[in-house]
């Protein structure tokens, strides 16, 4: 009874998904493009069937999927793969990792009609989901059609546990015969009250720190610093989202009370967010630079925004103090493997 009171719910959310796909692509482009694969309206290339499948929702999971997408390709170097995500960024992501090693398509949404065409294009022979995404009509579906399924790297919150609690019996029948790859004992623990089968949980640690440092990152970092001063007094607040930007801003004000040729280098967690954090830097009267637009921050620059994919790396290896995220949040706090470059402390 609760699974088709959630397909229904699905349908009756689904025109107002669309609204919320069309206002965002008013804002940003890219949510206009390739619409029809959020409904499993795609036209995969040749040699599909018997695919291995990854899905990895947005930029932070596409690059923890990267060292588990280049293992399958070392192991089944014959087997196409295909990598699915929900966001733009995550796609670029994609595309700027992996290239044409893989075939990149949005997951569709939940809905029965739009899962079922999705598999039916694709038949993967194995679905690896990325962290915490719990579709149950995707899961469903996979079961019916004999598809193993796994999720890797598998988080899970004590917050979204309880958003999960009201739909429980739902999400225990879809988990059946899932195997879980958790993070940690406590992400294990959760998966188990959520349902999922003791028998088929593991950890297996997180994905992210089998991602290696690229190996021109310090040395890349090293030649930033000549060019704005090795002594100069740098920190990056990496991966904000909305309101921690502004918060990072503030600290820097105070910062440079103490160190007035402090430089702060600010990169938003999402692209649209980008020309939002340099306005606001310009706002508060901060001599401000951008990847884009100066390449390089000059000594007269107090603020320099990292407004472009990929490149973060160097920037921690120049950098003497790093913050990530959920730092500026109560939530507070992330783990620090992307900030392993960094010169000093990390938060």
């Known amino acids: 009874m609760l699974r088709y009171l959630y397909i229904l719910v699905m349908y009756l959310v689904t025109p107002l998904i669309v609204l919320r796909l069309l206002t965002r692509g008013m804002r940003y482009g890219n949510y206009h493009r390739r619409w029809p694969e959020r409904f499993g309206v795609f036209e995969p290339p040749a040699g599909m069937p018997g695919c291995l499948w990854v899905h990895a929702v947005s930029v932070g999971e596409v690059n923890a999927a990267e060292p588990l997408v280049k293992a399958l390709r070392a192991d089944y170097p014959r087997a196409p793969l295909v990598v699915t995500t929900v966001t733009p960024t995550g796609s670029a992501r994609v595309h700027q990792l992996f290239g044409d090693e893989v075939f990149h398509v949005y997951l569709p949404y939940d809905l029965p009609f739009a899962v079922e065409r999705f598999l039916q294009r694709l038949r993967p022979r194995l679905a690896l989901i990325v962290e915490t995404e719990i579709w149950p009509n995707l899961y469903f579906a996979c079961r019916g059609r004999g598809i193993p399924l796994m999720i890797v790297n598998a988080r899970l919150s004590e917050r979204s546990l309880r958003g999960y609690r009201p739909l429980m019996p739902l999400l225990r029948s879809a988990l059946r015969g899932v195997r879980v790859a958790a993070q940690s004992r406590t992400d294990a623990a959760r998966y188990r009250l959520l349902g999922a089968d003791p028998e088929l949980i593991t950890i297996s640690g997180n994905l992210k720190f089998d991602m290696p440092v690229p190996y021109d990152a310090v040395r ?128």
């Open 220 to 347: 890349i970092g090293e030649e930033l610093r000549q060019g704005w001063g090795r002594l100069r007094p740098v920190w990056i607040a990496a991966s904000t989202h909305e309101g921690e930007g502004q918060a990072a801003l503030e600290a820097h004000l105070k910062v440079l009370e103490r160190l007035p040729d402090a430089l702060l280098l600010i990169a938003a967690r999402h692209p649209e967010r980008f020309r939002m954090v340099e306005h606001a830097a310009r706002g508060l009267g901060f001599a401000t630079a951008s990847r884009s637009t100066d390449g390089v921050p000059g000594v007269a620059h107090r603020v320099f925004v990292i407004d472009s994919m990929g490149e973060l790396m160097p920037f921690f290896a120049a950098s003497d103090v790093a913050s990530w995220a959920a730092a500026w949040r109560r939530s507070g706090g992330t783990t620090c493997w992307s900030r392993r470059p960094c010169r000093g402390p990390c938060w």
